[in-house]
């Protein structure tokens, strides 16, 4: 019952997609109404359950995601009934909605766009640990089972389900509010609520076996972004998921192997996600209160721009990485800045940054010197760096890319 | 509302310079303001600073007999220098209680709800 998702023709089905669109909004409803989120996750997984069973034969309501609410609700107000606890649960005030007080549910509980809102800040409030968060987000909002999740970050199911467990514990022993944080502290909270998109993201685009994490970071920006409409930072995100995801069939080989940016088949960029970011990224500019997504976004306009690497803008991206290093001032962003110096200037002046940041543990720091340092026809340098970075790769692919000296391609 | 353990940590050999008296004052004088603030609020149930850990007695149950030692219970390089317990409508306002605690004391501050939730 509880792993509906898993089920393999939902994928398939007509109830595969609603599930994916309506999960989130369903649980965050009943967490509203119920004040509980086990009650809400049940609920909405058992409503899944019977829209399984029912909606082949009679059809598909005319609002479905208000027909699953609406069944998880009379569902979880049965279950309630018919437990003691259940019935505490009802009589009570709820445990962390700002307050239950229709105990007899007769009030709609229809979409508030808010629920989801408060629900993707409690379950990135920062007294959680970032597993935790993630986990938590996946899971609620995304509809994600236990299993997907655990399978999406290598852990084992039980780990993840003790995880999750672990983490609604948290929220509820120590209430953990459920409402989207004022003003003076939404900057604050808005951070790793961000960062958590990033990361499903990028765990979608490091992991090829899971490109539904790609799909889902950008569902999850898309609704922050309809949700919280000023804020920058969050159209940023938006903008630069969209314009990474534009190039994300182009950046592998079959074999799984990284194709650098400059060696890219650019025809193969989707060209409707690339237009639907740079939009995004000029209204940023308008608007121009930067920050670190909106600037990585920008810059990955910019190269969206160039039908070729030799088009490419680079003393705009050099400008753009000066901006950024200096909100989110990491060597990683300091190498990024390195190379795009190094196509204004030439290989020395890169090198010349390169050599003074602290990435020994990094190995596109080691991958970056090779490839500067064959530029400068230092071969035998050039070979020791090359080595560094294949001994530190984290594929095979990848690896032997590099053991080859970083000339599979050419 | 719910109750919330506010505890205060010193970190042996992290504590820094030792603070001058005019320090000491003012940070005295920021706790008792603080104090003052959670009365005022409605969330202060109680708070103190604790003498350091070696003047600590410990009993413990030894074969079903109570012994009485020498303390403390843990040797540790963190212990409790105080505590508040506040009462607050969630953990965000437990949070904000703690931020201003950590503005007048310094060492790093455990938030932990007790489990009578609704007191």
Same mark, same amino acid.
């Given at each position: 019952?509880?792993?509906?998702?898993?089920?393999?023709?939902?994928?398939?089905?007509?109830?595969?997609?609603?599930? $994916?669109?309506?999960? $989130?909004?369903?649980?965050?409803?009943?967490?509203?109404?119920?004040?509980?989120?086990?009650?809400?996750?049940?609920?909405?997984?058992?409503?899944?359950?019977?829209?399984?069973?029912?909606?082949?034969?009679?059809?598909?309501?005319?609002? +479905?995601?208000?027909?699953?609410?609406?069944?998880?609700?009379?569902?979880?107000?049965?279950?309630?009934?018919?437990?003691?606890?259940?019935?505490?649960?009802?009589?009570?005030?709820?445990?962390?909605?700002?307050?239950?007080?229709?105990?007899?549910?007769?009030?709609?509980?229809?979409?508030?766009?808010?629920?989801?809102?408060?629900?993707?800040?409690?379950?990135?409030?920062?007294?959680?640990?970032?597993?935790?968060?993630?986990?938590?987000?996946?899971?609620?909002?995304? $509809?994600?089972?236990?299993?997907?999740?655990?399978?999406?970050?290598?852990?084992?199911?039980?780990?993840?389900?003790?995880?999750?467990?672990?983490?609604?514990?948290?929220?509820?022993?120590?209430?953990?509010?459920?409402?989207?944080?004022?003003?003076?502290?939404?900057?604050?909270?808005?951070?790793?609520?961000?960062?958590?998109?990033?990361?499903?993201?990028?765990?979608?685009?490091?992991?090829?076996?899971?490109?539904?994490?790609?799909?889902?970071?950008?569902?999850?920006?898309?609704?922050?972004?309809?949700?919280?409409?000023?804020?920058?930072?969050?159209?940023?995100?938006?903008?630069?998921?969209?314009?990474?995801?534009?190039?994300?069939?182009?950046?592998?080989?079959?074999?799984?192997?990284?194709?650098?940016?400059?060696?890219?088949?650019?025809?193969?960029?989707?060209?409707?996600?690339?237009?639907?970011?740079?939009?995004?990224?000029?209204?940023?500019?308008?608007?121009?209160?930067?920050?670190?997504?909106?600037?990585?976004?920008?810059?990955?306009?910019?190269?969206?721009?160039?039908?070729?690497?030799?088009?490419?803008?680079?003393?705009?991206?050099?400008?753009?990485?000066?901006?950024?290093?200096?909100?989110?001032?990491?060597?990683?962003?300091?190498?990024?800045?390195?190379?795009?110096?190094?196509?204004?200037?030439? +290989?020395?002046?890169?090198?010349?940054?390169?050599?003074?940041?602290?990435?020994?543990?990094y190995h596109p720091f080691h991958a970056t010197r090779a490839d500067l340092l064959r530029r400068l026809g230092r071969?035998?340098?050039?070979?020791?760096?090359?080595?560094?970075?294949?001994?530190?790769?984290?594929?095979?692919?990848?690896?032997?890319?590099?053991?080859?000296?970083?000339?599979?391609?050419? | 509302?719910?109750?919330?353990?506010?505890?205060?940590?010193?970190?042996?050999? %992290?504590?820094?310079?030792?603070?001058?008296?005019?320090?000491?004052?003012?940070? /005295?004088?920021?706790?008792?303001?603080?104090?003052?603030?959670?009365?005022?609020?409605?969330? /202060? %149930?109680?708070?103190?600073?604790?003498? #350091?850990?070696?003047?600590?007695? %410990?009993?413990?149950?030894?074969?079903?007999?109570?012994?009485?030692?020498?303390?403390?219970?843990?040797?540790?390089?963190?212990?409790?220098?105080?505590?508040? &317990?506040?009462?607050?409508? #969630?953990? #965000?306002?437990?949070?904000? /209680?703690?931020?201003?605690? &950590?503005?007048?004391?310094?060492?790093? &501050?455990? %938030?932990?709800?007790?489990? #009578?939730?609704?007191?």
């Amino acid at each position: 019952m509880r792993d509906v998702a898993a089920a393999p023709k939902l994928d398939e089905g007509e109830v595969g997609r609603i599930f $994916g669109e309506e999960f $989130g909004r369903s649980v965050a409803a009943l967490i509203r109404v119920f004040g509980d989120i086990d009650v809400a996750e049940d609920a909405v997984q058992e409503a899944f359950a019977v829209a399984l069973r029912t909606w082949p034969g009679d059809g598909l309501p005319p609002n +479905p995601g208000g027909w699953i609410t609406t069944t998880a609700r009379n569902r979880a107000i049965d279950r309630l009934r018919r437990e003691s606890r259940g019935r505490e649960l009802l009589s009570e005030q709820a445990v962390i909605s700002p307050g239950l007080d229709d105990p007899g549910m007769s009030e709609e509980v229809g979409p508030v766009e808010d629920d989801r809102l408060r629900l993707i800040f409690t379950c990135c409030h920062p007294g959680l640990s970032t597993e935790a968060q993630v986990a938590l987000t996946l899971r609620l909002l995304g $509809g994600l089972s236990t299993k997907e999740v655990a399978r999406s970050f290598l852990v084992a199911e039980p780990t993840m389900a003790r995880r999750l467990v672990r983490a609604k514990r948290k929220i509820k022993a120590a209430r953990i509010p459920y409402r989207v944080p004022e003003d003076h502290e939404l900057s604050d909270r808005l951070r790793p609520v961000l960062a958590v998109v990033y990361l499903v993201y990028n765990a979608g685009l490091t992991s090829p076996a899971e490109p539904g994490l790609c799909s889902e970071a950008i569902r999850l920006a898309r609704i922050l972004a309809t949700l919280m409409p000023d804020e920058p930072e969050v159209a940023g995100l938006l903008a630069l998921l969209l314009l990474t995801e534009s190039r994300r069939s182009s950046r592998t080989r079959p074999d799984g192997s990284l194709v650098l940016l400059g060696e890219q088949d650019r025809t193969r960029w989707d060209r409707a996600l690339i237009e639907e970011g740079q939009a995004i990224v000029r209204r940023c500019l308008r608007r121009n209160q930067p920050g670190a997504y909106q600037l990585q976004a920008a810059i990955n306009a910019v190269h969206a721009d160039a039908a070729t690497v030799e088009e490419t803008d680079w003393s705009q991206i050099v400008a753009l990485y000066d901006q950024l290093l200096a909100v989110a001032p990491t060597p990683v962003v300091a190498l990024n800045r390195a190379i795009a110096i190094g196509e204004v200037q030439g +290989p020395d002046a890169a090198l010349a940054l390169v050599d003074e940041l602290d990435l020994d543990n990094y190995h596109p720091f080691h991958a970056t010197r090779a490839d500067l340092l064959r530029r400068l026809g230092r071969h035998r340098e050039a070979a020791a760096a090359y080595e560094r970075a294949a001994a530190m790769a984290p594929t095979d692919a990848e690896r032997d890319f590099l053991r080859l000296g970083g000339r599979a391609s050419r | 509302m719910a109750k919330y353990l506010l505890s205060t940590y010193s970190v042996e050999g %992290v504590v820094g310079d030792p603070m001058t008296d005019e320090e000491m004052q003012l940070s /005295w004088k920021q706790i008792q303001a603080l104090n003052e603030e959670m009365k005022a609020a409605g969330a /202060w %149930v109680f708070g103190g600073a604790l003498h #350091d850990p070696d003047t600590a007695t %410990v009993v413990r149950l030894s074969g079903g007999e109570v012994m009485t030692t020498d303390g403390p219970f843990a040797e540790s390089k963190e212990h409790l220098g105080g505590f508040y &317990i506040i009462e607050a409508e #969630d953990l #965000d306002a437990a949070l904000a /209680w703690a931020s201003k605690t &950590i503005a007048a004391v310094k060492h790093p &501050i455990e %938030v932990r709800p007790f489990r #009578d939730a609704e007191a």
